[in-house]
């Protein structure tokens, strides 16, 4: 891995529907304007977005921490929630275990988590249930298409 | 990049520095620095919030003159259907397009079979899109160049079909140069536009392809001229002598387009920037799902609203309701001419669109890095009032200014008081002396 060149970690509050998709956002605005490509960076966006709705959905609280290095961007999101029972599961896409409330606020489609595995070049999911979720993704910046 | 990449310019004679565009500008192009204001061309989106603001005249619309047209040996104006608001409601189309051609016209082209292919390569478009979602309409000049600078991410839902007035071009060079013999290049075909942005989608269109229109006059530069011709000789309609097109003058819907045959519930019209932008964030934060198609005009009020237009917004989209009320439904030949054409013709752009290089891409990413972390310092020491005294409009400009070595952090007020004194030397020919004013 080539030297990081910036690191920001982020609070992400559980149950908050309002200010969801907020640190996504602020990700969004700091790569752009860092010229990043917009094949890469909506790649990052869309991993962050869904990364962030997961914890905001499932979990009381969780960090997410954006790395960038010279050739990749680095999520880590570590959260404090119920923890993924059967990873195999939810990864297929449309298995859900969203409220209908989640639902009517337009998430938990059952496709967060084979969104993040196709727009990341590496994703990594350790997770222990009743204690927590922690996800790793790695984004390469050179050109995708 | 330059200045002229833009559609309109800034006069510095007439620039007293006043700010009021660099407080206006909504991605923060403008910088006032010794009272002259000044573009930052790759942030400029051509939305003309400085046109609008500007009380000395310092900024210009770029259009082109009459004179210019000479060349061209047989004039052809297509008229956006926002110029038919801006009359009389007494006033119909006919009488507009006839004053056309007495003010030199040769041609007034009726464009309502283009605006109903592109509703239709557009349906079609959006129906057969794999995604991703939602599609975003590109006739608005001003949302295109949005997307390009500050949602580079978006550039692909930009749908790639030219707009109706493109077509318009293609089509009327097409026909009158059979009719008249005439090559395609003796043949102008100008836009009467509502606004400078469409001016500057001709002059240098975002996808860097080319454009079919050879240049646009705004309403505003012939408004007197047309209504001094039409209060002259009312009526005396000949709608055959108009010529080209399809016999329409407008569409059963609002001007420039809009799309009644969508779905409503997966189709949003947005209309005014700031409503753009709030939809477009929550686009890219992912949070609006299952609307397949945007129809953006940044103006509010879409293409009557625009800002070189004369009529009040609200008397003109009435005046319009009625143009379009009293249409009657389209005739058997109109549709046939549209299934004709729409088997016939491509509608897509000539280059792909590109998100809009950003100054200093070229810096290795260490470089821009180490400059957005210098950016974050400076900020520290800024006192957050956006007073705008340093010349950008915002604290958050003038670090990043410092930090890419555009300006130096000093010019902030709260850093230099000497700041302040030549501040006062340049603005002193419009203020009284305070001293003088105390006695």
């Not at chain 1, 570590?78 to 923890?83: A, C, K, S, T, V």
């Not at chain 2, 949302?143 to 293609?170: C, D, K, N, S, W």
């Not at chain 2, 700041?419 to 105390?438: F, G, N, T, V």
Request: proline share 5%; aromatic share 6%; with cysteine.
């Amino acid at each position: 891995m080539s030297a990081e060149l910036l690191r920001e970690c982020y609070e992400i509050q559980g149950g908050n529907f309002d200010t969801a998709g907020e640190i996504s956002g602020e990700i969004k605005t700091i790569l752009r304007d860092l010229g990043i490509d917009a094949v890469s960076l909506r790649r990052v966006v869309v991993v962050a977005f869904e990364a962030e709705m997961n914890v905001v959905m499932y979990a009381r609280r969780g960090t997410l921490t954006l790395i960038l290095t010279d050739e990749e961007v680095n999520l880590e999101i570590l959260d404090e929630g119920p923890g993924i029972p059967d990873l195999e599961l939810a990864f297929q896409e449309g298995f859900t275990t969203a409220s209908d409330e989640m639902r009517e606020f337009g998430f938990g489609f059952g496709m967060g988590l084979p969104n993040m595995k196709k727009n990341s070049d590496e994703l990594k999911i350790e997770t222990e249930v009743g204690k927590g979720t922690s996800v790793f993704a790695r984004i390469r910046l050179d050109a995708h298409e | 990049m330059n200045e002229l990449t833009h559609g309109f310019r800034i006069i510095p004679e007439k620039c007293d520095g006043c700010m009021a565009c660099m407080r206006a500008c909504p991605t923060r192009a403008i910088r006032v620095k010794k009272g002259l204001a000044r573009v930052i061309p790759e942030l400029c989106i051509d939305c003309g919030s400085c046109l609008g603001v500007c009380a000395t005249g310092a900024i210009t619309a770029t259009t082109i003159t009459f004179a210019e047209l000479d060349r061209f040996k047989f004039k052809v104006a297509v008229a956006s259907p926002a110029l038919f608001t801006q009359f009389g409601m007494k006033d119909t189309p006919v009488q507009v397009g006839q004053a056309l051609l007495a003010l030199g016209f040769d041609a007034v082209w009726k464009y309502a079979v283009d605006i109903e292919l592109i509703d239709r390569a557009i349906r079609d478009y959006v129906q057969k899109s794999p995604g991703p979602f939602p599609l975003i309409s590109n006739s608005c000049p001003v949302v295109v160049r949005l997307v390009q600078v500050a949602y580079p991410t978006m550039v692909g839902q930009l749908i790639p079909l030219e707009a109706p007035r493109e077509i318009a071009g293609r089509e009327l060079k097409r026909h009158y140069s059979r009719m008249l013999g005439l090559e395609p290049e003796d043949i102008a075909a100008i836009y009467i536009t509502p606004c400078q942005a469409k001016t500057i989608s001709i002059l240098h269109p975002a996808e860097r392809g080319g454009s079919y229109l050879d240049g646009a006059v705004g309403i505003s530069q012939i408004y007197n001229d047309l209504l001094a011709i039409m209060r002259k000789s009312p009526g005396g309609a000949d709608a055959e002598k108009l010529g080209g097109g399809s016999g329409e003058w407008f569409l059963s819907r609002a001007p420039e387009g809009e799309f009644p045959n969508l779905s409503r519930e997966h189709y949003l019209p947005l209309q005014g920037l700031s409503d753009i932008t709030k939809v477009f964030d929550d686009i890219e934060k992912g949070k609006i799902r299952n609307v397949e198609f945007l129809e953006c005009h940044a103006c509010q009020g879409a293409c009557i609203g625009g800002n070189l237009t004369i009529e009040n917004l609200y008397v003109a989209r009435s005046k319009n309701l009625r143009l379009v009320s009293s249409r009657s439904d389209s005739s058997s030949e109109f549709l046939r001419e549209v299934d004709r054409r729409f088997a016939d013709e491509d509608f897509s752009l000539r280059a792909p669109l590109k998100p809009r290089d950003s100054e200093g891409k070229d810096l290795e990413l260490r470089k821009r890095v180490e400059r957005k972390k210098q950016a974050v310092e400076f900020l520290k020491a800024l006192p957050m009032l956006n007073c705008g005294l340093c010349g950008a409009p915002t604290c958050r400009s003038h670090a990043e200014d410092a930090a890419m070595g555009r300006d130096k952090i000093e010019e902030c007020v709260f850093l230099s008081q000497d700041r302040i004194h030549s501040l006062r030397d340049i603005y002193k020919k419009r203020c009284p002396e305070p001293d003088r004013r105390a006695r």
